[in-house]
C-alpha cells in the first residue's frame, strides 16, 4: 500500500514524497510542478505518512458535485488500529537511528498519527534517506505492507531559470536548449539530464547525462563542447535538472526541477484544441455548430451556481480553442475567473476519424438528458456529450481519453489498454510554473485560480498572486497513441493569458493583435519582444 512522507509540508509546489518503490507505478499529482527532488529547510520534523488509498474519503466533500457517490462518513475497508510499522533514518554522514516505531493509533485528516512520539531529525544538510517497513490489515483480514525507501535534500531553496520551460513543446528536428541560469549569481553544480523517446517507446529511450558541471562565476550554465540532444522523431521527452552550492560555512543550497513534455509532428494527424465555452461572438465571424472559438464571456464571477461540470454552460474560462489566441481575465479577489486546463482534440484522418466515431457513438447518445439536453459531465456519457454535443456535431472537440480492449480501466489494466491518448499541460508565469498537470478530459476541478494564489509557496510567486498586466504562457502537448493500428500522433499547441484590472469585466478570446496585451503610462502595447539580459559570460562559454 503506497504511503507519501511528509504529507503535511507544502515546499516550493510540492507536497508529500513517494517511496522509490511506488514512484515506478504511478505519481502525486501535485499540479503546480512536476515532482522532481525533494528539497526540505533543515529543522525537526514529526513523521507525517500518509496513506494514498485513504484519499478519497479525506479529500472530496460531499457538495462537489459528482462526488456526492463518496459519502465523507464511509467507513474505510483499511482498518488503521492494526498497523504497526519502524522508521529508519539515515543521515548524509551514513549513520542510522530509529526515529519511530511500535502502533498507529488512527488516522487525523488524512495522516497517520503514531501511538508514541516519532519526528525526523533534519537539522544537517546533507542527502538523507528514511526506510519506512509497516503492514495494516484491512476489515476482512487481509494484510498489506507500506513503506519502501524515501530519499531527499536537506538544503534551502536555490533558484534558476532554463531556456526551456517546463511543459515546453518542441518540434521534430529540434535541439534541445540546456543552458541554465542560477538565481542569485553562484557558481553551482548543475546536473541536467534529457530522456527522448520516440515514438513514446521506453526500450528506444535516448538518455544524455553529459550536461553537468559547474556554472562560472556569474551563476551561467552553458554546457559548451558536448553534442546537444536532436530530437529527431516524433515523441515525448523528459528533463530534469538539479543545481547544487555549498557556502564556505557549509549552507547547502539545492534547486531541482523536471519537465515533461511532446516532440511534435509538423502535420499531425490528431491536433490539440482548448475546449470551447460559452462566449458572445459579437463582431467574431467565426461559423461554428454551437460554440464560438473567440467572443467575450458572460460574466466575471464563477460561484458554482451553474451547472459548472458542463463546460457546455461554464462559467470558468478553458484555454482559447485555437493554438496563438488570447485570453483576457481580470484579478479578482473572490475565487473568480478560474482557469480550467481543459482540452480537446480534432482527427484528421479519415481512418482514425472513423475510429473516434465508432468508440464514442453510444456514449453521446447515453449522454443526454431525457429533454435531450446535454447531461453533465459526471460519469462517462456526460464527459463525451459535453464535448462532443448532445447531437454529436460539435467539430473539432473530441475528449482526450484512453481506452481498454474490453472496457476496463486504461490506467487501472494498462496492459489491455487500445489507445493510450493524454496531454501535457502547463500555463506558466516568467519566473515559475503555476499550473502543471499531465492529464486527459476527466480531471476533477482541474483550475488553477490567477489571483489571489500563492503557487505552492514557489519563488517568484509573490504574495499578492496575480497583478494587472501579468501574463501567462499555456503550453499544451497531445499524445494520441493508437495501439490496435500502431498509429502514433504528437501535437503541440500555445496560447497566451493576459492578466487584465478588477473594473474591466474584459473577459474574452480574441486573435492576436485585436486587442493590446497590455498599456504603460496610457500607451497600448500589442507586442512585446523579450531579451535576456542577465547572463554575464567568461571566456570559454
Same mark, same amino acid.
Given at each position: 500500500?503506497?504511503?507519501?512522507?511528509?504529507?503535511?509540508?507544502?515546499?516550493?509546489?510540492?507536497?508529500?514524497?513517494?517511496?522509490?518503490?511506488?514512484?515506478?507505478?504511478?505519481?502525486?499529482?501535485?499540479?503546480?510542478?512536476?515532482?522532481?527532488?525533494?528539497?526540505?529547510?533543515? +529543522?525537526?520534523?514529526?513523521?507525517?505518512?500518509?496513506?494514498?488509498?485513504?484519499?478519497?474519503?479525506?479529500?472530496?466533500?460531499?457538495?462537489?458535485?459528482?462526488?456526492?457517490?463518496?459519502?465523507?462518513?464511509?467507513?474505510?475497508?483499511?482498518?488503521?488500529?492494526?498497523?504497526?510499522? $519502524?522508521?529508519?533514518?539515515?543521515?548524509?554522514?551514513?549513520?542510522?537511528?530509529?526515529?519511530?516505531?511500535?502502533?498507529?493509533?488512527?488516522?487525523?485528516?488524512?495522516?497517520?498519527?503514531?501511538?508514541?512520539?516519532?519526528?525526523?531529525?533534519?537539522?544537517?544538510?546533507?542527502?538523507?534517506?528514511?526506510?519506512?517497513?509497516?503492514?495494516?490489515?484491512?476489515?476482512?483480514?487481509?494484510?498489506?505492507?507500506?513503506?519502501?525507501?524515501?530519499?531527499?535534500?536537506?538544503?534551502?531553496?536555490?533558484?534558476?531559470?532554463?531556456?526551456?520551460?517546463?511543459?515546453?513543446?518542441?518540434?521534430?528536428?529540434?535541439?534541445?536548449?540546456?543552458?541554465?541560469?542560477?538565481?542569485?549569481?553562484?557558481?553551482?553544480?548543475?546536473?541536467?539530464?534529457?530522456?527522448?523517446?520516440?515514438?513514446?517507446?521506453?526500450?528506444?529511450? $535516448?538518455?544524455?547525462?553529459?550536461?553537468?558541471?559547474?556554472?562560472?562565476?556569474?551563476?551561467?550554465?552553458?554546457?559548451?563542447?558536448?553534442?546537444?540532444?536532436?530530437?529527431?522523431?516524433?515523441?515525448?521527452?523528459?528533463?530534469?535538472?538539479?543545481?547544487?552550492?555549498?557556502?564556505?560555512?557549509?549552507?547547502?543550497?539545492?534547486?531541482?526541477?523536471?519537465?515533461?513534455?511532446?516532440?511534435?509532428?509538423?502535420?499531425?494527424?490528431?491536433?490539440?484544441?482548448?475546449?470551447?465555452?460559452?462566449?458572445?461572438?459579437?463582431?467574431?465571424?467565426?461559423?461554428?455548430?454551437?460554440?464560438?472559438?473567440?467572443?467575450?464571456?458572460?460574466?466575471?464571477?464563477?460561484?458554482?451556481?451553474?451547472?459548472?461540470? +458542463?463546460?457546455?454552460?461554464?462559467?470558468?474560462?478553458?484555454?482559447?480553442?485555437?493554438?496563438? +489566441?488570447?485570453?483576457?481575465?481580470?484579478?479578482?479577489?473572490?475565487?473568480?475567473?478560474?482557469?480550467?486546463?481543459?482540452?480537446?482534440?480534432?482527427?484528421?484522418?479519415?481512418?482514425?476519424?472513423?475510429?473516434?466515431?465508432?468508440?464514442?457513438?453510444?456514449?453521446?447518445?447515453?449522454?443526454?438528458?431525457?429533454?435531450?439536453?446535454?447531461?453533465?459531465?459526471?460519469?462517462?456519457?456526460?464527459?463525451?456529450?459535453?464535448?462532443?454535443?448532445?447531437?454529436?456535431?460539435?467539430?473539432?472537440?473530441?475528449?482526450?481519453?484512453?481506452?481498454?480492449?474490453?472496457?476496463?480501466?486504461?490506467?487501472?489494466?494498462?496492459?489491455?489498454?487500445?489507445?493510450?491518448?493524454?496531454?501535457?499541460?502547463?500555463?506558466?508565469?516568467?519566473?515559475?510554473?503555476?499550473?502543471?498537470?499531465?492529464?486527459?478530459?476527466?480531471?476533477?476541478?482541474?483550475?488553477?485560480?490567477?489571483?489571489?494564489?500563492?503557487?505552492?509557496?514557489?519563488?517568484?510567486?509573490?504574495?499578492?498572486?496575480?497583478?494587472?498586466?501579468?501574463?501567462?504562457?499555456?503550453?499544451?502537448?497531445?499524445?494520441?497513441?493508437?495501439?490496435?493500428?500502431?498509429?502514433?500522433?504528437?501535437?503541440?499547441?500555445?496560447?497566451?493569458?493576459?492578466?487584465?484590472?478588477?473594473?474591466?469585466?474584459? $473577459?474574452?478570446?480574441?486573435?492576436?493583435?485585436?486587442?493590446?496585451?497590455?498599456?504603460?503610462?496610457?500607451? +497600448?502595447?500589442?507586442?512585446?519582444?523579450?531579451?535576456?539580459?542577465?547572463?554575464?559570460?567568461?571566456?570559454?562559454?
Amino acid at each position: 500500500m503506497p504511503v507519501t512522507l511528509f504529507a503535511d509540508q507544502v515546499i516550493m509546489g510540492q507536497k508529500g514524497v513517494l517511496s522509490e518503490e511506488d514512484a515506478s507505478s504511478f505519481g502525486l499529482s501535485q499540479r503546480v510542478r512536476l515532482s522532481s527532488d525533494f528539497v526540505i529547510p533543515p +529543522d525537526r520534523y514529526r513523521l507525517a505518512m500518509s496513506p494514498v488509498p485513504y484519499f478519497p474519503r479525506a479529500a472530496v466533500p460531499e457538495s462537489s458535485h459528482g462526488a456526492v457517490t463518496v459519502s465523507s462518513s464511509l467507513p474505510h475497508f483499511i482498518d488503521f488500529s492494526t498497523a504497526q510499522f $519502524r522508521c529508519e533514518l539515515e543521515d548524509p554522514d551514513g549513520r542510522t537511528t530509529v526515529c519511530g516505531m511500535g502502533a498507529i493509533a488512527g488516522v487525523d485528516d488524512g495522516i497517520l498519527q503514531t501511538a508514541e512520539p516519532a519526528e525526523l531529525d533534519l537539522e544537517n544538510f546533507g542527502r538523507y534517506q528514511v526506510r519506512i517497513a509497516g503492514t495494516v490489515r484491512d476489515r476482512t483480514g487481509h494484510e498489506y505492507e507500506f513503506g519502501g525507501t524515501y530519499k531527499f535534500w536537506v538544503a534551502l531553496p536555490l533558484s534558476f531559470s532554463t531556456a526551456s520551460k517546463t511543459g515546453s513543446s518542441f518540434h521534430v528536428g529540434s535541439v534541445f536548449p540546456t543552458k541554465v541560469q542560477i538565481h542569485p549569481l553562484v557558481p553551482a553544480y548543475v546536473t541536467l539530464c534529457v530522456r527522448h523517446y520516440p515514438q513514446s517507446d521506453p526500450a528506444r529511450v $535516448r538518455e544524455k547525462k553529459t550536461f553537468e558541471g559547474y556554472a562560472n562565476h556569474f551563476g551561467y550554465f552553458p554546457p559548451t563542447g558536448r553534442k546537444p540532444l536532436v530530437f529527431d522523431e516524433p515523441g515525448e521527452y523528459v528533463a530534469e535538472i538539479l543545481a547544487a552550492y555549498r557556502q564556505e560555512n557549509g549552507t547547502l543550497w539545492i534547486g531541482s526541477q523536471k519537465a515533461a513534455g511532446v516532440v511534435a509532428e509538423d502535420n499531425p494527424s490528431v491536433t490539440v484544441h482548448g475546449a470551447r465555452i460559452d462566449l458572445y461572438p459579437q463582431k467574431y465571424k467565426d461559423v461554428v455548430v454551437h460554440l464560438p472559438t473567440r467572443g467575450i464571456a458572460p460574466d466575471e464571477a464563477s460561484n458554482g451556481m451553474t451547472r459548472y461540470i +458542463d463546460v457546455s454552460d461554464c462559467k470558468d474560462l478553458t484555454p482559447p480553442f485555437w493554438s496563438g +489566441d488570447i485570453l483576457a481575465t481580470p484579478t479578482g479577489l473572490d475565487n473568480s475567473n478560474n482557469i480550467m486546463a481543459l482540452m480537446a482534440q480534432d482527427v484528421h484522418d479519415s481512418a482514425l476519424l472513423r475510429t473516434e466515431e465508432e468508440r464514442w457513438s453510444r456514449f453521446v447518445e447515453e449522454g443526454r438528458e431525457p429533454d435531450g439536453t446535454t447531461a453533465d459531465a459526471v460519469t462517462l456519457p456526460g464527459v463525451i456529450a459535453v464535448f462532443h454535443g448532445a447531437d454529436g456535431e460539435r467539430p473539432g472537440q473530441w475528449p482526450i481519453l484512453s481506452s481498454h480492449r474490453r472496457g476496463y480501466s486504461p490506467y487501472d489494466f494498462p496492459e489491455g489498454a487500445s489507445l493510450i491518448n493524454y496531454t501535457y499541460f502547463t500555463a506558466i508565469r516568467p519566473g515559475f510554473p503555476a499550473f502543471t498537470m499531465v492529464t486527459d478530459s476527466t480531471p476533477f476541478h482541474a483550475y488553477w485560480n490567477p489571483s489571489p494564489n500563492g503557487f505552492g509557496g514557489q519563488i517568484n510567486a509573490g504574495p499578492t498572486g496575480d497583478l494587472p498586466q501579468d501574463m501567462y504562457r499555456i503550453d499544451a502537448g497531445l499524445v494520441y497513441r493508437d495501439l490496435e493500428s500502431g498509429r502514433n500522433s504528437y501535437a503541440a499547441y500555445t496560447a497566451t493569458v493576459v492578466i487584465d484590472p478588477t473594473e474591466t469585466y474584459a $473577459r474574452g478570446i480574441t486573435r492576436v493583435g485585436e486587442r493590446p496585451l497590455f498599456s504603460v503610462a496610457g500607451v +497600448d502595447y500589442d507586442l512585446f519582444l523579450a531579451l535576456e539580459a542577465a547572463a554575464i559570460l567568461e571566456p570559454g562559454n
